[in-house]
């Protein structure tokens, strides 16, 4: 169980167009789910922190505007990169976390390849 | 805590080998922590946790050792199989603030 599905799992665009990833939680109702994005060779750094039916909080240096995250309900949010530039190449990932009683865990997608030519 | 760098640190074991991979972390208020593995290409994987009422804890080949005095976090694998090879990644949080920090991560390289 506490599978989480990501698609696509690859995407290339062009610079200045949009993309949109999908987060899917399959067999659990998650009520926050988190993007991260992780850069060759580095950490995963969060980018936001999404409740279903609620704005999206943002880390600092995130531009809310440009990466546009949406949880519409408890199984899905989207991320859209929106205007993508070449520097937005990444390896972006998703997480999901449901309650549990007292166990706490995120349980993470397989995450999405952006490359902007 | 420690910065983000170009180059992991890496760690070469001898399969069949005991590897044991550290971490530093930064914020002494934390009381949750996690190691993560991913492999190449996926996300992470949950290995195993520890809270900080416990120094120790063990799962399947692995075990977590938490130092709260130095803000320092080790786990061990045991027995070291080509399948191990991958990044890990230690991550601290408050529990029940579900905000995770990742921690540097170390390439684990299992030689044959």
């Known amino acids: 169980g506490a599978v989480v599905s990501q698609h696509p799992s690859w995407v290339i665009c062009k610079s200045g167009t949009s993309v949109k990833i999908e987060c899917r939680s399959l067999?659990?109702?998650?009520?926050?789910m988190f993007w991260y994005r992780q850069f060759p060779k580095q950490s995963l750094m969060l980018m936001a922190t999404?409740?279903?039916?609620?704005?999206?909080?943002?880390e600092q240096g995130v531009e809310k505007d440009k990466f546009l995250i949406n949880h519409a309900s408890l199984t899905l949010s989207t991320l859209t990169v929106t205007s993508a530039h070449p520097e937005d190449s990444s390896f972006y990932i998703c997480?999901?976390?449901?309650?549990?009683?007292?166990?706490?865990?995120?349980?993470f997608g397989p995450g999405t390849r952006l490359t902007v030519t | 805590g420690e910065s983000v760098g170009l180059h992991l640190p890496t760690l070469s074991v001898q399969e069949g080998d005991n590897s044991i991979i550290n971490c530093a972390y930064s914020?002494?208020?934390?009381?949750?922590f996690i190691w993560y593995k991913q492999e190449s290409g996926k996300g992470p994987q949950f290995i195993i946790d520890?809270?900080?009422?416990?120094d120790k804890r063990q799962g399947q080949r692995v075990t977590v050792l938490l130092n709260k005095t130095v803000k320092h976090l080790s786990l061990q694998i045991a027995a070291t199989q080509p399948g191990d090879s991958a990044v890990y990644f230690c991550?601290?949080?408050?529990?029940?603030?579900?905000?995770?920090?990742f921690g540097t991560g170390t390439r684990l390289t299992i030689i044959p």
């Open positions: 991550a601290e949080t408050i529990f029940g603030n579900e905000k995770l920090t």
């Open positions: 999404s409740n279903e039916g609620s704005k999206a909080t943002y």
């Open positions: 914020n002494s208020a934390s009381d949750y």
């Open positions: 997480s999901a976390s449901g309650a549990a009683g007292e166990t706490y865990e995120q349980y």
């Open positions: 520890i809270r900080s009422n416990m």
């Open positions: 067999d659990f109702q998650a009520t926050t």
